[in-house]
């Protein structure tokens, strides 16, 4: 996973109930962790998003685009041996090596689609990222073949990060070199946490043994960064085990660790039998998940990390030697294009955003016949691109104005005083000066829920997805 968690299934929670709004202070008016997304990964939320705008994005395609602003690939890889009892992602546990090798083909196939488009030709790409899903599920052989064929038509000489996420328990030593050989820069792996009873309850498909086997093959393949992502809350915590699981990730020294909050989007497993009254919500309230990601902040600064974002925390000695930067996350939350492909997927090029179809049968069927596989999309105005480059840097912890009046022509502390000032009586944000704002850690362990408060009016009750 990563900062921006690229891909989500938002057809599925199509007929689904809005979550909540949160209060403007940030907290929410339920503490119980209810069924409903908060994490923000986009702006306008996708339930806007609509196959009517499919027709500019399509003629936006067949006009050059601009080389100044950075450009990254997404491709998702939608295959899992288990899917996980919080999972929300499109995922697959139940295809063969053929329908695998299928898919992996039309995957290389968009990609190629994609690069007879004008508005990416002649364009270097910065970033690329394979995520899932389980993209080291998939076997060497086949996952070489997608690789020649994404390297064929977007040279990789001047990539400035590759990132790969990972499942323990589907890593061989032999896979981990492949990576490292095909240029990935940065290998993400999903231990969630240490704790084999609460991986077994969460429906994780690794072990505890897994995780221990694969970090020698990763150190010694010499990864120019290895994340873990931990998450906050799974069920069956207790402040036991998260402890437990804070003390053995710091043993383990990573070069980046990034913690989410469990949270109930509407169509996991967890969140299912919730909406069916079959039991109440099994995960632990906001207070506490927070109280525990406070915890696993104050311990790893004080064991040599720092924090970059609102969910990532990395080595100080890796960011003052480059190792710590994140381009993926960072190009995307300062406006870059971004092409989504896979089952799903969403990108966005030069101001449209664009979702692929999330049924298996329509994307591979529309990919073999020869045209992207484009599923809705949505035209942004000049201020929503403002309103979503400044609300997810503020996950980053600070805003700098001169950079949203210089590129938008807008002071945004002007423009959202009101909001800013309330959000500064609630203890989640100082207003530094004029030019900044930094969060406070008590805004940092719940931004999320602050984001919504500079959405436009007409997108404030809207479901996200």
Not at 44 to 67: E, I, T
Not at 322 to 335: A, N, P
Not at 386 to 405: D, T, V
């Amino acid at each position: 996973m990563s900062d921006t968690q690229p891909t989500t299934d938002p057809a599925a929670a199509a007929s689904a109930k809005s979550a909540p709004g949160p209060s403007v202070h940030g907290p929410g008016a339920q503490s119980s962790t209810e069924v409903g997304s908060v994490f923000v990964s986009n702006y306008p939320p996708f339930s806007v998003w609509q196959q009517d705008d499919l027709r500019d994005y399509r003629s936006l395609l067949q006009n050059p685009g601009h080389a100044e602003t950075p450009l990254g690939l997404y491709l998702h890889i939608p295959f899992c041996r288990k899917r996980c009892k919080f999972c929300y992602f499109r995922v697959y546990v139940d295809k063969n090596a053929k329908e695998i090798q299928r898919y992996l083909d039309a995957l290389g196939r968009e990609v190629e689609l994609y690069a007879e488009q004008a508005a990416v030709q002649n364009r270097p790409i910065r970033f690329v990222y394979f995520g899932g899903g389980t993209p080291s599920y998939v076997a060497i052989k086949h996952l070489d073949v997608l690789l020649k064929r994404v390297q064929a038509v977007f040279p990789w000489d001047d990539v400035e990060e590759v990132t790969f996420e990972c499942e323990p328990g589907t890593l061989t030593q032999k896979k981990v070199q492949y990576y490292r050989e095909m240029g990935v820069t940065r290998l993400s792996v999903g231990v969630e946490n240490w704790n084999e009873q609460i991986l077994r309850d969460n429906g994780r498909a690794h072990e505890v043994k897994e995780i221990h086997r694969c970090l020698p093959w990763i150190r010694e393949a010499g990864f120019d960064q290895l994340n873990i992502d931990l998450i906050a809350g799974m069920v069956g915590e207790t402040w036991d085990s998260w402890k437990d699981s804070i003390t053995k990730t710091i043993d383990l020294g990573p070069d980046s660790v990034t913690i989410y909050q469990m949270e109930l989007p509407f169509n996991t497993v967890y969140s299912k039998g919730i909406l069916a009254g079959e039991h109440e919500s099994p995960v632990a309230d906001w207070q506490l998940k927070r109280a525990w990601n406070d915890y696993a902040i104050n311990e790893l600064t004080a064991n040599g990390y720092e924090v970059s974002s609102a969910y990532t925390l990395v080595k100080s000695s890796n960011k003052r030697s480059g190792k710590g930067r994140f381009v993926y996350r960072d190009s995307l939350w300062h406006g870059a294009d971004m092409m989504g492909t896979g089952i799903a997927s969403f990108g966005h090029i030069g101001g449209i955003h664009a979702q692929n179809k999330p049924s298996w049968n329509d994307y591979l069927e529309t990919v073999e016949g020869g045209d992207l596989p484009l599923g809705r999309a949505f035209v942004t105005e000049k201020k929503q691109r403002l309103i979503r480059e400044m609300i997810l840097q503020m996950k980053l912890g600070a805003l700098n104005f001169p950079y949203f009046r210089d590129k938008f022509g807008v002071d945004p502390l002007e423009e959202w005083r009101p909001v800013f000032e309330r959000l500064q009586e609630g203890e989640m944000l100082d207003v530094v000066d004029k030019d900044r704002i930094e969060l406070t850690r008590r805004g940092l362990l719940q931004v999320d829920s602050l984001l919504p408060n500079f959405y436009e009016e007409s997108h404030r009750s809207a479901r996200y997805t």
